[in-house]
């Protein structure tokens, strides 16, 4: 599954983006779809995901209530609107997939396709 992450850019402090995943050969609507983030000389953490079928989501709780992940599926998309955006959360955000998966996991050794991350830098 070849995974492209787009959309990213610079903001200031209370800033909002949407960055998107698009997926090259499949479809998206048949895998959970994550987010995960990571900051510069800091492990890759989880921020927040949609489950296949029942389009369930789930956030960490550093970016519950101002981050929100959706799927178009006519677009064969999924997305992640970041609102209130804050200094700390700048970052590279990838989307991934597992190859196959049967709940949402929030850890990154379960997915097995990523995009190519995009960067998201907010001032202050």
């Known amino acids: 599954v070849q995974l492209q992450a787009y959309g990213g850019g610079v903001v200031q402090a209370g800033g909002s983006l949407r960055l998107s995943c698009t997926a090259s050969?499949?479809?998206?609507?048949?895998?959970?779809v994550a987010w995960f983030r990571q900051a510069p000389g800091k492990a890759r953490e989880f921020v927040g995901a949609?489950?296949?079928?029942?389009?369930?989501?789930y956030y960490a709780p550093s970016v519950r209530y101002r981050f929100t992940v959706s799927r178009d599926n006519a677009e064969n998309a999924v997305y992640l609107q970041v609102d209130s955006l804050k200094p700390e959360d700048t970052a590279v955000y990838y989307c991934?997939?597992?190859?196959?998966?049967?709940?949402?996991?929030?850890?990154?050794?379960?997915?097995?396709?990523w995009g190519q991350g995009t960067q998201v830098t907010v001032s202050s």
């Open positions: 991934a997939v597992p190859e196959r998966g049967s709940y949402v996991s929030n850890l990154p050794r379960d997915y097995d396709y």
């Open positions: 050969g499949h479809t998206l609507s048949n895998y959970h």
């Open positions: 949609i489950s296949r079928i029942t389009s369930n989501t």
